[in-house]
């Protein structure tokens, strides 16, 4: 008895504290789901109109559409660009300055997105930005990086990016660190290019820790607020509102606690059922 319940008595403050802050709200925004809940007024019992309401809404697809393309856009590129800095620290080792280049690209994941966001938002001026400096130095016009329609989504992923660069390259960084170097000598030897070590060694022993870097980009862009919310405030004409962003709007500024709540609801099942489908896909087993 004593053995089989240490497990839990060690996991019961981490328990508590998840059920606290995320499990009884959850269960709460669900129960808020089925009524017409308001600050101002008595909430009334309406069974699922709020979902019918807001999944059959204009702004409920075009939020989803927004959140999806920012995701599309983010994560495969800051997957690649994290694992090919990854292998460059893994190439410096411990020389001169390497702990020092390490420290700068994991500077921005010490600041908050808002912070991240004013930084962008003075790079992307349209005046005196640094962006169109550079394309005006190169003999390009300026682009309107924040105030485009079509261009503020790229713009938003590339500041997101620079972002979690840092971040997710420390943990490709300690998987390729704790791959055996034997493996990388048999190939050698057997003649294989560094293209196909990357390919049959790095690639597959690195799955997990791979595996476990797109999980939490997909959850963390799908779940974006702070970015867009600081940078654009949704614009330009809702063109980077998100779905966290619109969960926000539904509640503080339409007093629909109802509407919005269906739209947490739907974003909690939704990444649920993306990330284990990524896992079940993506997941490898080393033996095989």
């Known amino acids: 008895m004593r053995r089989r319940a240490t497990p839990y008595l060690l996991l019961a ?25 308001s600050v101002i007024r008595t909430p009334t ?22 959140t999806v393309t920012f995701s599309l856009l983010s ?21 001169r300055g390497s702990s ?9 994941v010490v600041a908050s997105l808002t912070a991240v966001s004013y930084v962008w ?29 079509t261009q503020v989504l790229p713009s938003l992923a590339v500041m997101y990016i620079w972002a979690r660069i840092g971040f997710n390259a420390i943990i490709l960084l300690a998987g ?8 990388y000598e048999a190939a050698r030897i057997d003649g294989a290019s560094r293209f196909q070590q990357f390919r049959n060694i790095t690639l597959p022993l690195l799955n997990r820790q791979l595996v476990l870097v797109i999980t939490v980009e997909v959850m963390n862009t799908l779940k974006i607020f702070e970015l867009p919310f600081a940078a ?11 779905v966290v962003m619109e969960v926000y709007e539904q509640a503080f500024r339409f007093d629909r606690w109802g509407q919005s709540a269906v739209y947490v609801v739907t974003l909690f099942v939704g990444i649920m059922v993306i990330t284990g489908v990524l896992r079940r896909l993506l997941v490898r087993d080393i033996s095989e």
Request: hydrophobic share 50%.
């Open 13 to 37: 403050p981490a328990l508590a504290f998840v059920t606290l802050l995320f499990v009884i709200p959850l269960l709460y925004n669900l129960v808020i789901s089925f009524f017409d809940w």
């Open 45 to 66: 019992f309406i069974r699922l109109e709020n979902y019918q309401r807001v999944w059959t809404s204009a702004r409920f697809l075009a939020v989803v559409k927004n």
């Open 75 to 95: 994560v495969p590129a800051a997957v690649v660009i994290s694992l090919l800095v990854a292998m460059g620290f893994h190439s410096l080792g411990n020389s």
């Open 100 to 108: 020092v280049l390490r420290a700068l690209y994991f500077a921005p």
């Open 121 to 149: 938002v003075w790079i992307y001026h349209p005046s005196y930005g640094l962006a169109n400096a550079l394309l005006n130095g190169l003999g390009r016009p300026g682009l309107d990086w924040l105030t485009s329609p």
């Open 176 to 183: 390729i660190n704790a791959i055996d170097g034997t493996y």
């Open 232 to 242: 654009t405030k949704g614009g330009p004409v809702g063109a980077s509102r998100s």
